[in-house]
């Protein structure tokens, strides 16, 4: 699959842009954000978004199971993710120190923040249930993902 992953990132850029084109909601670009990424990449187990509110992420819309709802900024994946304004790859999640475990099937991650203008708004959160799911064709492909969202949403800003 690694070979075809670029391809299947500027596939998933093209269907993003058009699925944000015209469209000003947050929560209605987040939700289909997540819901093409959960369905467009293989052996994800979860795909979301959380938002920043003052000091710690909170649950957006995603695609999987339930999740924990409140993530303080520093702790896990997501928090450590928005503290250092990027990108975070995990391939075991066992092995990462003070991991949030939401869902015990989890075994890696990635997390990338949205960053607008220097400020950190929230992570794009993702996890499989297989160790060493994601390189950095995937966090690389990702970031893009999370570019056009970020830039989507500064073109219609409220």
Same mark, same amino acid.
């Given at each position: 699959m690694t070979a075809n992953k670029p391809e299947l990132y500027r596939d998933l850029s093209r269907q993003l842009s058009a699925l944000l084109a015209g469209e000003r909601d947050l929560i209605a670009n987040a939700a289909n954000t997540a819901a093409l990424i959960y369905h467009g990449l293989p052996d994800l187990n979860w795909a979301g978004f959380y938002f920043r509110a003052d000091a710690e992420l909170v649950l957006g819309p995603f695609q999987g199971k339930p999740a924990c709802v409140r =993530?303080? =900024? %520093?702790? %896990? /994946? !997501?928090?450590?993710? &928005?503290?250092?304004? &990027? &990108? /975070? @790859?995990?391939? *075991? /999640? #066992? *092995?990462?120190? %003070? #991991? =949030?475990? !939401? *869902?015990? +099937?989890?075994?890696?991650? @990635? $997390?990338?923040?949205? $960053? +607008?203008a220097g400020r950190v708004s929230g992570v794009l959160d993702l996890d499989s249930p297989l160790l060493g799911r994601f390189d950095e064709i995937d966090r690389e492909g990702c970031e893009q993902l999370v570019a056009l969202f970020v830039e989507h949403r500064r073109q219609f800003p409220g």
């Open positions: =993530i303080p =900024i %520093g702790t %896990g /994946v !997501c928090g450590t993710a &928005a503290e250092r304004a &990027a &990108a /975070v @790859l995990v391939a *075991d /999640v #066992h *092995d990462f120190p %003070g #991991h =949030i475990a !939401c *869902d015990p +099937n989890s075994r890696s991650e @990635l $997390v990338v923040p949205l $960053v +607008n």
